[in-house]
Structure formats: structure tokens, C-alpha cells
């Protein structure tokens, strides 16, 4: 099997998040109380054995916004200790008036690649994240995001359809920088007018040479793992992006409410079996080049 390169998965190491303790509060996923524990490396190195993943990127996972460098070192010292993750996408506040000092912070662990504020506002409250729609089009998050590339470090971009085109402007705002498009674009309206205003989103995004998409997360809106579904959406995506700009991530543990890793990755192989070179770029090539992966 070819060497996977798993770009999304989330290892909970500690159990101090906000919403592991309290009641459970609605969330894009659903109900979410099998997985509302610890999920520590151990349990997703079982997880991913005789899948073929080599290598993996840790994405931030919504610490208290206070404990973005707490998060930081914590996953650096575990790889450290263990060889995994490879990689990691930190968190920062771009809305400070200055991020620079936030970076400047993560700048001490040799792991980070990128940072994630997650920017999707939605009329549905439980699928919406951010305090308004219209962030991607803010001057204070422009200036900051371009600033990472004086770090080098790619951003991480989630939103839905009818924020594409402020995304589109924020990513044109910010030539340097290398934007890493969460989930394929969060489609989660799935009539035909839904799809189309994805589609057309899409459109406007790809047309941004900086731009990458991330095959991750397909089944948050339908809660199972579906590889018709999948396929679908990685076949309109990499019709749109082109498999250079196209990467895989799991989005585990979230996933493990639905589905097993195995036939997660069986869900994708089977989307890509019929271009090995598809295939390929997929599931390693490009988080390889756009994390800066070692082989």
C-alpha cells in the first residue's frame, strides 16, 4: 500500500478541553458522548495499524484560546517522546490587534507548520463556529494572516459556501501565504441549489494559485462514513483543484463516531483507485510538500 500521510487527525492528550467537562453541548457532529474522553496516541496508532499511514499532522483542537502555546508544547513534547505527530497546526488569535507575538511564542517549536482560527459562521447555531459571517473580509484578519508569511507557516481555512467569496479576497489579500482549505469545503447543504452554491464557491477558491483543499471530514454532515458521498466530492474537488492541490486528512476521533479508520481509508482508496498518480498526490504527495514533511 502506499505510504499515507493522515493531515487531519486530532489526538486529544489531555482532558481539560472546555467541552469535555459540563453538559454536552450541540456540535456539527452530532452527539458526541463515545467520544468524549481522552483519545491519547496510543489508542490512534491502533487506530490507523495496517492502514499505511507514515506520517501525520496535528491540527489544533480548541483548547482555551489563553492555552494555544500549552497545546503547543504538549504536542511537540509528544512527538518528541514518541516520533508522532510530524507536524503540527497550532492555534492564534488573529483578531489581536497584532498576532506577531502569538507567533513569535510558537516560533520555539521546531514542529509548527501552520495555525488554525476556524473562521465558519453559519445561520444554524450548532454548525456555526465563528462570532460573525464576514471575518475573511476583516482588515484586522488580513493584516495578521499575511503575516505568516514572514514565518512561513501555511493557514488553515474553514468555511462554508456562502463565505467563499471573502475567503477568496483574503487569500488574494494574502499572496504569500499558503491556505489550507478545512473539510473540501463544508458541504453541508446537499439539494441541488446547495451543491451548486458549493460548486460555485469552489470555483472561486481554486482560481486562488495559493489555495490547497483537505479531503477530510466528508462524513460531517451525514454522520457515516458514505464512499459514494466521498467520491463525489473528491472527484468535483479535484476537478476544480487539480490532485497537486489536494490532500487527505482524517479528522479522527470525530470520525470514530461513525466509522472505523480502515474503511475510512477504503472509502478514499476506492475513490482514487483509478489514477495511481491521483492516488498518490492525494494521500501523500501534496501534505508532504505543503507541511514540509521530512521522507
Known amino acids: 500500500m502506499i505510504g499515507i500521510v493522515d493531515a487531519h487527525h486530532h489526538i486529544w492528550l489531555k482532558a481539560d478541553l472546555p467541552w469535555l467537562v459540563g453538559p454536552m453541548q450541540p456540535r456539527i457532529f452530532g452527539p458526541y458522548e463515545p467520544i468524549r474522553r481522552d483519545y491519547p496516541l496510543a489508542e490512534y496508532l491502533d487506530d490507523i495499524e495496517g492502514c499505511g499511514v ?41 483578531g489581536a490587534d497584532d498576532v506577531r507575538p502569538q507567533l513569535d511564542r510558537l516560533k520555539r517549536y521546531r ?57 477568496a479576497g483574503l487569500a488574494g489579500a494574502c499572496p504569500d501565504v499558503t491556505f489550507v482549505l478545512q473539510h473540501a469545503g463544508m458541504l453541508e447543504d446537499l439539494t441541488p441549489a446547495g451543491r451548486a452554491a458549493w460548486r460555485a464557491g469552489m470555483a472561486r477558491l481554486a482560481a486562488c494559485p495559493n489555495i490547497v483543499t483537505k479531503l ?22 479535484i476537478a476544480l ?10 479528522n479522527f476521533p470525530i470520525e470514530k463516531l461513525w466509522t472505523s479508520y480502515r474503511d475510512l481509508v477504503g ?13 498518490d498526490a492525494i494521500l501523500r504527495d501534496t501534505a508532504m510538500r505543503v507541511y514540509r514533511l521530512v521522507p
Open 216 to 237: 477530510s471530514g466528508l462524513g460531517t454532515f451525514i454522520h457515516r462514513n458514505d464512499p459514494a458521498h466521498i467520491a463525489q466530492i473528491v472527484a468535483e474537488t
Open 267 to 279: 472509502a478514499y482508496l476506492d475513490a482514487v483507485k483509478s489514477n495511481p498518480g491521483n492516488r
Open 111 to 167: 514542529l509548527v507548520r501552520g495555525v488554525r482560527m476556524q473562521l465558519h459562521w453559519h445561520e444554524n447555531p450548532h454548525f456555526r463556529f465563528a462570532a460573525r459571517a464576514d471575518l475573511c473580509a476583516d482588515p484586522v484578519i488580513r493584516r495578521n494572516v499575511a503575516r505568516l508569511a514572514d514565518y512561513g507557516w501555511s493557514f488553515e481555512l474553514q468555511v462554508f459556501a456562502p463565505q467563499m467569496p471573502d475567503a
Open 54 to 94: 507514515v506520517k501525520s499532522v496535528y491540527v489544533q483542537t480548541n483548547w482555551a484560546n489563553a492555552q494555544f502555546e500549552q497545546e503547543t508544547d504538549w504536542v511537540q513534547r509528544t512527538s518528541d517522546e514518541t516520533g508522532w505527530p510530524h507536524a503540527i497546526v497550532a492555534y492564534a488569535d488573529f
Open 241 to 250: 483543484f487539480g490532485p497537486d492541490r489536494c490532500l487527505f486528512g482524517s
